[in-house]
């Protein structure tokens, strides 16, 4: 539902929890990828937020270093068996209230023989 209130605009989802708790990852193409392509992760949610926010990415539980950015896409290009995982998201002034984790699988192929790797979740090693 949003309401004008004042000079501002608010946005409260009707069963007036926080706005930010349907933070989600979303994932494009999509969350299983082969090695070599574009993959952008996108912190969404119903309610639109400033365009100043700043965002924190999250890698399998861990921030992602510069620890804020001011952008709420994270462009992996071209992808590797090593951003495969966990990925969340969070707004800087909610630290708190971070994204559910979306997976992201990533396919790899080795001419070498017939061999086809497929890295889920944490780096195979």
């Not at 001011?70 to 800087?92: E, I, M, T, W």
Request: proline fraction near 6%.
């Amino acid at each position: 539902i949003l309401s004008q209130m004042s000079c501002f605009t608010v946005c409260m989802p009707d069963d007036h929890s926080n706005p930010l708790s349907d933070l989600r990852v979303q994932v494009t193409p999509s969350a299983e990828v082969t090695e070599g392509q574009r993959v952008t992760l996108t912190c969404s949610t119903s309610c639109p937020l400033a365009d100043s926010s700043s965002y924190i990415w999250y890698h399998n539980s861990r921030a992602l270093s510069p620890p804020e950015s001011h952008h709420k896409q994270l462009l992996l290009d071209p992808v590797s068996r090593q951003h495969a995982g966990n990925y969340s998201c969070a707004v800087s002034t909610h630290r708190d209230i971070k994204s559910p984790e979306e997976t992201l699988t990533v396919k790899g192929e080795h001419w070498l023989g017939r061999n086809i790797g497929i890295w889920h979740g944490t780096l195979a090693k």
